[in-house]
């Protein structure tokens, strides 16, 4: 096995991430030391099932859990509430009691809906995250944000429910097919603009794959960091949703057949051209920015109109009463956060989308 790297997020429960190989093969010793020994519910979807279910069943009984495993159909679509009413009658027919624990095996939709039954049954259970893809790995199974989607909009109904525990076997990454790796280096890249201009020169390089666990660990850290000290998000944390409103919308407009990562590239171009033009950036970056996406595999505009993004933003749930917050890129490596009215994403997005 490789060496493991441990990053503890000081929250309340406080827990670990560990990053390297191999740990969904050790799953079970390393779980039965940190959740002693329940009921575990692994789920997972049709992707994963095939790929990881073996391997971490096996881990997890010959360490003495009982397990029982859950397997929906893959897709961001299919993060809503039938599969959620699906996840949570099975918890109630497996007699899962408030001592056991769900494990969150797979991406950023099983992370988000098996945190949210979790954060639901029974008032409340715990949740490992199992990380398999680069992008639950750098964000969505780190912080405690758990969600579906609702007809209105993305994520719309969820709950905080920090993990009890993240492994994230760096092994998982090799299976990924290079568009679902494209979608964890989009998020990698946003964390670049928002703290860390070495991060993103790595991604500008297109040196990436040669050590994704430090990638993951930087990500991972500073996340960590903002998490502590705003963990409901009614601050700083607010800072990690760059390129998300406007991503939000494009995810929205595709029926969610565009994926999270590949629309937040788009809307990171958006927001960063839109700042450009709008004066709010202390240097050009919105080229750079777009440059670094496309090595990576990544979209850097969108054919849907600024009327039909800025309606759709207009659900999103970082908006309060008639205002929304966007995060502006100022530099590579430095953004704020800018509250106005939500009248104003329309001339905001138009903006973004002039070349
Ligand atoms: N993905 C943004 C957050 O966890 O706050």
Not at 86 to 94: K, R, S, T, Y
Not at 98 to 116: E, N, P, S
Not at 203 to 212: Q, R
């Amino acid at each position: 096995m490789s060496s493991i790297q441990t990053i503890q997020v000081h929250t309340a429960p406080a827990y670990a991430v560990s990053i390297g190989g191999g740990l969904l093969h050790t799953c079970g010793p390393l779980l039965r030391e940190s959740l002693g020994l329940c009921h575990v519910a692994v789920i997972t979807d049709s992707n994963v099932a095939p790929l990881y279910l073996g391997t971490v069943t096996s881990s997890l009984q010959t360490a003495g859990f009982a397990v029982s495993s859950y397997v929906f159909p893959a897709g961001e679509a299919r993060k809503n509430f039938d599969t959620l009413s699906g996840i949570l009658e099975f918890l109630a027919e497996e007699r899962l009691t408030r001592t056991d624990c769900i494990v969150a095996l797979g991406g950023g939709v099983t992370g988000d809906m098996a945190g949210f039954a979790a954060g639901c049954y029974l008032r409340g259970i715990r949740c490992v995250q199992l990380p398999t893809t680069l992008l639950s790995a750098v964000d969505s199974s780190v912080g405690g944000k758990t969600a579906i989607d609702l007809k209105a909009g993305k994520n719309l109904a969820g709950v905080f429910l920090q993990p009890a525990a993240v492994l994230c076997d760096t092994d998982c990454l090799a299976s990924l097919p290079p568009e679902v790796f494209a979608d964890g280096a989009a998020e990698a890249i946003k964390t670049g603009v928002l703290c860390d201009e070495s991060l993103f020169s790595l991604f500008e390089s297109g040196h990436l794959e040669t050590d994704p666990a430090q990638v993951i660990a930087r990500c991972v850290a500073y996340k960590a960091g903002v998490v502590e000290r705003d963990e409901k998000e009614q601050g700083e944390r607010r800072l990690l949703n760059l390129g998300h409103t406007v991503g939000h919308a494009i995810e929205k407009c595709s029926g969610y057949s565009i994926p999270h990562g590949h629309a937040v590239a788009a809307g990171l171009v958006i927001i960063a051209r839109a700042s450009e033009h709008l004066g709010w950036t202390e240097e050009p970056i919105a080229a750079r920015i777009a440059a670094c996406l496309a090595k990576n595999g990544l979209p850097t505009g969108t054919d849907y109109t600024a009327d039909a993004l800025a309606n759709a933003a207009s659900a999103d749930k970082k908006r309060a009463g008639g205002d929304i917050t966007l995060v502006i890129p100022r530099k590579i490596g430095a953004c704020e956060l800018r509250k106005m009215p939500v009248a104003e994403l329309l001339p905001v997005i138009t903006a973004g989308l002039e070349v």
